[in-house]
T-cell receptor, first 113, second 112 residues
């Protein structure tokens, strides 16, 4: 059974810092991995999707990497801003149920002005 | 941009009521999903549909049913609402199974 873990559960950093969020998964047989952002009380916003054949994806100040063999992904946020404060979730598709996304519990990020 | 809308942002219902949650997507996506999100438990898949009139159970289908009569619309039905169904309900859609899922704004349901 696929399990996804995100550490740390919460992170607080000063504005302007570069930071890395971590995601690990137990079954390396995945189709893809998706990073989401969720603001309090809101739905999920898709940030980046990495297919299993890719090593990384970039969008603006965000860069996501994937190391399938070790079961890890990172989300790198450059020059953090207070507006980046949110919960960040990673989810993988694959393993025993290709239709399903398996989510981590998320990292709650706070950027302090 | 993909747009996924949900019929209500907040809903208050009484135990035993039949509850309908509606989700509509405007991108002709084949796949649609219903999740619930609870503190400490994360997001869990209730049901998904890969085509009109087709449905598959997710991880926690008990107490729920779904309906997909049109490609753009996927309904979640609570046949007899119970207090343990108080939760945030999130709908999502994707063009293909292996492509990105896009989520709606969520419906926060309170069952009294």
């Amino acid at each position: 059974k696929q399990e996804v873990t995100q550490i740390p559960a919460a992170l607080s950093v000063p504005e302007g810092e570069n930071l890395v969020l971590n995601c690990s998964f137990t079954d390396s047989a995945i189709y893809n991995l998706q990073w989401f952002r969720q603001d309090p009380g809101k739905g999920l916003t898709s940030l980046l999707l990495i297919q299993s054949s890719q090593r990384e994806q970039t969008s603006g100040r965000l860069n996501a990497s994937l190391d399938k063999s070790s079961g890890r992904s990172t989300l790198y946020i450059a020059a953090s801003q207070p507006g980046d404060s949110a919960t960040y979730l990673c989810a993988v598709r694959g393993g025993q149920g290709a239709q399903k996304l398996v989510f981590g519990q998320g990292t709650r990020l706070t950027i302090n002005p | 941009d993909v747009k996924v809308t949900q019929s209500s942002r907040y809903l208050v219902k009484r135990t035993g009521e039949k509850v309908f949650l509606e989700c509509v997507q405007d991108m002709d996506h084949e796949n649609m999903f219903w999740y619930r999100q609870d503190p400490g438990l994360g997001l869990r898949l209730i049901y998904f549909s890969y085509d009109v009139k087709m449905k598959e159970k997710g991880d926690i289908p008990e107490g729920y049913s779904v309906s997909r009569e049109k490609k753009e619309r996927f309904s979640l039905i609570l046949e007899s609402a119970s207090t343990n169904q108080t939760s945030m309900y999130l709908c999502a859609s994707s063009f293909r199974t292996v492509l990105a899922q896009y989520f709606g704004p969520g419906t926060r349901l309170l069952v009294l």
